[in-house]
């Protein structure tokens, strides 16, 4: 009886301390300033310890990422960085975003603003409403694109990307409003696609890789998904037209030369979506 006793005294000490660190986490991450909390998700995202969209919000993907960050590097694994852990996440994410040469650029032909792993690709063609890119070895290829309402609706799209169809296996998807998620592997390859709906066409991206390349390209394809905003286009009246939604999260600042680490490590740490 008295094992049990401290058994439960054990796990509640320990899930006690578990809320502790999660609020501690989550007040240092509401007191950075909004781009940065995207900037960090953004660096998350690179370092392979953040998996989810980036939204510049917290919640228990974001804490995870945090604490999984401190751990590989041999740190407290508490959710609250500080200065000199901040530099080491941007040392270690800015890594791949330079080896890759992820940049943000805007497609005017499919109407989206992304960031492109640029280094890996040879020049970029025009692709119909979009443009296509592919690695000189054709082991990595994107296209952008974009497709009328008038000749496929965006629940239709979806459908079709869904669909059971030889050598394609679907083992993500992920259905809103306003975009939508397909993943899985398709003749061989992994692939990714999202897809964003405006009143007036549905605009996406698809990206194949070999799996060889599974470890760093998991972490492009979620930062190209987070990156993936609407340009505003003008009618012919020069008015901005309401076609393109916003994205997740707006890339900003990524490759800037420090975070604002000044700020967070003069604070003492205190006490959204499923981030």
């Known amino acids: 009886m008295r094992a049990v006793l401290i058994a439960v005294f054990v796990l509640f000490v320990s899930v006690g301390a578990s809320l502790a660190d999660y609020g501690r986490s989550k007040a ?5 300033p909004y781009q940065e909390r995207v900037r960090t998700q953004f660096l998350l995202v690179f370092t392979g310890d953040y998996t989810g969209l980036v939204d510049g919000t917290f919640g228990p993907l974001t804490y995870n990422a945090l604490k999984s960050f401190q751990k590989h ?20 994410g800015l890594d791949l975003v330079r080896r890759v040469g992820f940049e943000t650029i805007d497609d005017t032909a499919s109407g989206l603003t992304l960031g492109v792993p640029v280094k890996l690709f040879e020049a970029a063609s025009m692709a119909g409403r979009g443009r296509h890119w592919l690695a000189h070895d054709s082991s990595i290829e994107l296209e952008t694109w974009r497709v009328p309402r008038e000749e496929t ?8 990307a869904t669909r059971p169809q030889n050598g394609r296996a679907v083992d993500y998807k992920n259905f809103r409003n306003d975009y939508f998620i397909v993943s899985g592997q398709q003749d061989g390859r992994d692939f990714y696609l999202r897809v964003m709906k405006t009143p007036q066409d549905s605009r996406g991206f698809t990206l194949f890789w070999e799996p060889r390349h599974a470890v760093f390209m998991d972490r492009v394809a979620t930062a190209m998904s987070s990156s993936m ?8 009246q ?3 037209s309401k076609d393109a939604a916003p994205g997740p999260a707006r890339l900003e600042g990524l490759n800037s030369a420090a975070p604002q680490t000044g700020t967070v490590a003069s604070r003492a740490a205190k006490s959204g979506t499923g981030s």
């Open 28 to 32: 240092w991450f509401h007191d950075i």
């Open 153 to 160: 609706g965006y629940q239709a799209l979806y459908r079709r």
């Open 238 to 240: 020069g008015r901005d």
């Open 73 to 92: 590097r041999e740190h407290v694994p508490d959710g609250v960085p500080d200065a000199r852990q901040m530099l080491i996440l941007q040392r270690d």
């Open 229 to 236: 905003t609407g340009i505003v286009e003008s009618d012919e």
